[in-house]
């Protein structure tokens, strides 16, 4: 049997494991902060392996870098010892549900999840800070661990209650204003980056004020070359001439706010549409058959004219018939019909192609007649679309909740039906509330990760005197009331009662363990039998810790049963089964192995006598010799 780690993956060791094979020689051992032997990277037997690639001292080269930044990559690959906790209570339809709201310090979140859904998510999109100086940035400390931070940082009382908001307000008299604000955003990326699918993709939103900074990060990131575009949204803003009296007539307001876009590699967007003027809608117009592409089998006669390079849009059947149409139309119906009504009377289907006598060159006057359409293709300008938008199930308790109209606009065009969607500054929780929707318009199956930070709310707001002492309540009410609404609203729609409108809220706190710095160790059958869960946890506290551990999604279905007396939990039918209580008998332990479980898991002093803990492993190895059995 193993003992089940309790951390995160361990990047900076991975990265190692990975020089190591492929240059053996320029790995060493050290003795480490505590004073084992630990592997090492030998940078000069290193350097010298790459001598050839390798930039001399101060040569100068082209990057972005900031004071800290070492520290931040550093902190993006340092693992935690943090979990996540069911809170039933705070849930809607906890079981069946396949949907996550989690509490907490996004990159902690970040690094937790990051094994268990290495790959899976499709698409990111996070609002994150803007950095406008009257904004907050995650107060992150580098220099120090967690625990120690939070002991010297005054964030905690002698009994573990939060004190302060664990955020800073970022003024531009700080002197690492831009600094600040790089060390939030940049280890956050780069762990959400190993989230991503191969054809994932992420659109982050951004003011003026750091998407230059944002920019380079995501070039470093993600790589430039998976740069897909960026798009501009309409500011919302009250008193426009206020805000030139205040800036004493300087400068021009700032009237939009970006969505920058990038991939993990491979990525095909889906088309998305934008509502089309009056007159795009009620009249069509004539457009040049010709284009610059080259098949010569695309090259014939056409009203008298064939193309010397180029080709013609349509294959020759289809454009002669178009032809055809159109001297019917001209010939019987011109001089009582417009072309748009004799197109809508034979059933808007009918293509037309004429020559304009006036035309010269390639195409000669050929021309495609373009029917009238109630939608057009969107470009990157999304200026009708205002960035910020009040929803009614907000009601005006947030600031500047994003517009749902554009978050399912990048839902549209960057998910499938069935991909998981991640917004780790989720808010007022606009993105759930856009997944949702999408959902029963299009009877999809998208599943959402939302993740907050429990911000205080400001005593004097709206919010606060309405009940909500902060910012995931807000979020977790407003999807309670949005899943209502979609379903009222679309209540004759078929299939709507399975839409999923529900949500488990899990919450990140410390380990489950006593003792979480142990490290896999050579354990006789005596001395993994002992208690080391702490006194106020839950079994299902250590239920998720061990799915987390394991690598299984948090939304997989699970389920409790009695056997022999026990509560006993199923999760992913028998892909996992494990007991938390205390005296297990032989008994439980053969009906359990009985069901061949890809894994079996058990906690520490569960044993109810020595004779258990001497047939625990024989009892699988007749039953169920494929099971993996690991101890809590």
């Not at 050290?30 to 940078?43: H, S």
């Not at 013609?312 to 019917?328: I, R, S």
Request: aromatic share 10%.
């Amino acid at each position: 049997m193993d003992k089940l780690k309790m951390q995160s993956h361990d990047v900076t060791g991975s990265n190692i494991n990975k020089i190591a094979r492929l240059f053996p020689n320029c790995v060493t051992e050290r003795l480490g902060k505590n004073g084992k032997p630990e592997l090492a990277i030998d940078f000069e037997k290193l350097e010298a392996e790459l001598s050839n690639d390798i930039l001399a001292e101060g040569e100068e080269r082209y990057q972005f870098t900031w004071p800290d930044k070492r520290a931040a990559n550093r902190l993006a690959n340092t693992p935690t010892t943090m979990t996540l906790r069911p809170c039933r209570e705070d849930s809607v339809d906890f079981d069946n549900t396949q949907n996550l709201y989690i509490e907490g310090d996004n990159l902690d979140v970040l690094k937790v999840l990051r094994e268990t859904y290495l790959g899976k998510v499709k698409m990111i999109y996070i609002d994150p800070p803007y950095n406008t100086g009257n904004d907050f940035v995650y107060n992150d400390e580098f220099a120090q661990g967690k625990s120690e931070f939070e002991q010297n940082s005054g964030l905690f009382d002698e009994e573990g209650n939060q004190t302060i908001d664990p955020m800073q307000r970022n003024t531009e008299s700080n002197g690492r204003f831009h600094t600040d604000w790089l060390n939030m955003i940049y280890p956050r990326l780069k762990v959400a980056r190993d989230l991503l699918t191969y054809d994932g993709v992420i659109f982050i939103s951004i003011g003026e004020e750091e998407i230059h900074n944002l920019k380079k990060i995501c070039d470093e990131v993600f790589g430039s070359s998976n740069f897909r575009n960026s798009f501009i949204t309409r500011r919302y803003d009250k008193n426009l001439n206020r805000q030139f009296m205040e800036n004493g007539l300087q400068t021009f307001n700032i009237g939009f706010e970006y969505i920058l876009c990038y991939s993990k590699k491979a990525f095909t967007f889906t088309p998305v549409f934008r509502q089309a003027s009056e007159e795009r809608q009620s009249s069509g117009y004539w457009k040049g058959f010709w284009n610059d592409a080259d098949r010569p089998t695309m090259r014939y006669d056409i009203l008298g004219f064939t193309p010397e390079s180029g080709q013609w849009k349509w294959k020759k059947d289809v454009a002669l018939e178009a032809v055809e149409n159109y001297k019917v139309y001209v010939d019987q119906y011109s001089k009582t019909l417009t072309l748009e009504e004799y197109w809508a009377h034979t059933g808007k289907t009918k293509k037309f192609i004429r020559r304009n006598p006036n035309g010269t060159g390639k195409n000669a006057g050929v021309e495609n007649w373009i029917a009238p359409s109630d939608t057009v293709l969107r470009n990157t300008n999304w200026l009708d679309l205002l960035s910020s938008k009040s929803d009614v199930t907000t009601q005006d308790l947030f600031n500047f909740p994003k517009n749902i109209d554009i978050i399912k606009l990048v839902l549209e065009a960057g998910t499938n039906k069935d991909s998981i969607i991640l917004d780790f500054f989720s808010g007022s929780a606009t993105t759930a509330h856009a997944v949702m929707k999408l959902n029963a318009e299009d009877c999809g199956n998208r599943k959402f990760i939302m993740v907050q930070l429990p911000e205080l709310t400001d005593e004097k707001s709206k919010a606060y005197k309405a009940g909500y002492k902060n910012i995931c309540e807000i979020g977790k009410e407003r999807i309670r009331r949005a899943g209502k609404k979609i379903r009222e609203e679309n209540a004759d729609k078929e299939g709507i009662d399975k839409l999923d409108t529900g949500f488990r809220v899990l919450k990140l706190d410390s380990s489950n363990m006593k003792d979480v710095y142990y490290t896999p160790q050579e354990f006789d059958e005596q001395s993994l039998f002992h208690e080391n869960v702490k006194p106020d946890r839950s079994s299902e506290d250590l239920l998720f810790q061990v799915m987390l551990n394991l690598g299984m999604e948090l939304s997989a279905k699970m389920e409790t049963r009695q056997m022999a007396g026990k509560n006993v939990h199923f999760v992913d039918g028998n892909y996992l089964i494990a007991c938390f209580d205390k005296d297990v008998n032989e008994s439980a332990i053969t009906e359990i192995a009985r069901l061949k479980p890809v894994y079996f898991v058990m906690r520490d002093a569960s044993a109810a006598n020595d004779n258990v803990i001497d047939n625990f492993e024989q009892i699988f190895r007749h039953y169920s010799p494929d099971t993996n059995c690991r101890i809590l």
